[in-house]
C-alpha cells in the first residue's frame, strides 16, 4: 500500500491550492481516504475524507464551504481542493487511508507542508 500526497506550497490568505494523493498497492473500493493536517503543537486532526466506492464525504466544521474533497478513479487519485486559505490553515497535510468499516486509519502517505502567510 503507498500513498503519495503532493501539491502543498506557501500562498497568500485567500489563495488556492490543490493536494494530490496518488494511491497504489491496494483496491480502492473498500476503502475511505483521508487529509489530516498537523499544525506545529495541535493534534493531528482529520480535514476531510471520501469512500471511493460511494463518494460519501467528511468535512471537520473548519474547512466546510471552503476545501473540497474529491477523486479522480481513472487515476486513483484523491484530490483536496482548498480555496480561501487562512493562515491557521498553515500545517503539514497527510494523506491516509483506512478500510471503510474500521474506525483507525492505518495506512499513511508522507506529508506535504502548507503555508498560509497574512
Known amino acids: 500500500v503507498q500513498l503519495q500526497a503532493s501539491g502543498g506550497g506557501l500562498v497568500q490568505a485567500g489563495g488556492s491550492l490543490r493536494l494530490s494523493c496518488a494511491a497504489s498497492g491496494f483496491t480502492l473500493d473498500y476503502y475511505r481516504i483521508g487529509w489530516f493536517r498537523q499544525a506545529p503543537g495541535k493534534e493531528r486532526e482529520l480535514v476531510a475524507d471520501i469512500s471511493w466506492s460511494s463518494g460519501s464525504t467528511y468535512y471537520a466544521e473548519s474547512v466546510k464551504g471552503r476545501f473540497t474533497i474529491s477523486r479522480d478513479n481513472a487515476k486513483n487519485t484523491v484530490y483536496l481542493q482548498m480555496n480561501s486559505l487562512k493562515p491557521e490553515d498553515t500545517a503539514v497535510y497527510y494523506c491516509?487511508?483506512?478500510?471503510?468499516?474500521?474506525?483507525?486509519?492505518?495506512?499513511w502517505g508522507q506529508g506535504t507542508q502548507v503555508t498560509v502567510s497574512s
Open positions: 491516509a487511508a483506512r478500510l471503510r468499516y474500521r474506525p483507525e486509519y492505518d495506512h
